[in-house]
């Protein structure tokens, strides 16, 4: 099991390489909207608040599975805004 202090990293890490894949596309492409890309963002940190309380959550029965849980549920909804990212086109 990874400790608490590597999810913490992995979660930032992940989400906030997408928020900067987001930008990067807004500065590939200035003439397009970024309605679209700026919600992507508002989620990922909607993703990232909602992960750290689960990490921080101190009433939990077994720790392994709960943070296996949080650890799966962060590769699922980061798969999940990278496909709204490359779908951006």
Excluded: Q
């Amino acid at each position: 099991m990874a400790n608490v202090r590597n999810l913490k990293k992995d979660i930032n890490y992940v989400l906030g390489d997408i928020i900067e894949a987001v930008y990067v596309w807004e500065f590939a492409n200035p003439d397009k909207d970024t309605k679209k890309s700026e919600a992507i963002i508002d989620e990922a940190i909607d993703v990232f608040d909602e992960l750290i309380a689960k990490v921080n959550d101190k009433n939990v029965v077994n720790k392994k599975s709960h943070f296996k849980a949080i650890s799966e549920e962060l590769e699922t909804k980061g798969r999940a805004l990278i496909e709204k990212i490359n779908a951006l086109g």
